[in-house]
């Protein structure tokens, strides 16, 4: 079965509001990264994380590796937010990761 | 900081024909790289994970023959899609691994992106 459980997998956000995307994990992973993929298809790094949590401006991610999920804040929507976002969790071997479906997020003016 | 270059951005070809992508790292030594296809479903598949030294590994499903990969120096990566047919259109992303940076982060290339007539 899927490693990684995303959710939800699509939403759709008015400018200026907030809202969460998470991940669930079903096995032990030691790490995720979260990307946006752009509508040409370049997969933008979010962040990496092995534990806690990270923020870098409107955005802020957590991991808890002991139970088994991460989670993508988006704060204060913008309207070049739209994308589709992934989760990726660490496999056994660098360089192997197990990709959550994605989530298209579309922000609405 | 880490960037990852890849060309050519979209390729069409015709089925039977080979198409081949590379792989640039900028800013950091490459010892890994994995290599992706994303399916039209927007899945991710990895075909195989080559680190500079060893052997590549491939994945279930994708073989040497068919994806041939070349990963000579620590910067660049080159995969090549041969005798491609309509099962093998996608996008193709390289991952290369930063060794002196977060452990297991990956930084992708803009992606290549595969049509087959």
């Known amino acids: 079965g899927d490693q990684v459980e995303q959710s939800p997998s699509a939403l759709s956000l008015h400018e200026g509001t907030s809202s969460a995307l998470r991940c669930n994990f079903t096995t032990t992973t030691r790490s995720v990264q979260w990307f946006r993929q752009n509508s040409r298809g370049s997969l933008i790094n979010l962040f990496y994380l092995a534990s806690g949590t990270k923020e870098n401006g409107r955005l802020k991610s957590a991991f808890d590796s002991k139970e088994l999920y991460s989670t993508l804040h988006i704060r204060d929507a913008q309207l070049e937010d739209s994308g589709t976002y992934f989760c990726a969790a660490r496999g056994s071997a660098l360089g192997r990761l197990h990709f959550g479906a994605g989530t298209q997020l579309i922000v609405i003016p | 900081g880490a960037l990852v270059y890849q060309y050519p951005r979209r390729t069409i070809c015709k089925s039977g024909t080979s198409m081949r992508m590379e792989c640039q790292a900028v800013?950091?030594?490459?010892?890994?790289v994995a290599w992706y296809r994303q399916s039209p479903q927007k899945t991710f598949e990895l075909i195989a994970l080559?680190?500079?030294?060893?052997?590549?590994?491939?994945e279930q499903n994708f073989t040497q023959e068919k994806f041939p990969i070349s990963h000579p120096n620590l910067s660049f990566s080159s995969m090549t899609v041969l005798n491609a047919y309509l099962e093998d259109r996608g996008l193709y992303l390289c991952g290369a691994r930063d060794p002196g940076g977060d452990t297991g982060q990956l930084y992708f290339g803009e992606g290549s992106k595969l049509t087959v007539l």
């Open positions: 080559s680190t500079v030294n060893s052997a590549i590994k491939y």
């Open positions: 800013g950091f030594q490459a010892t890994s």
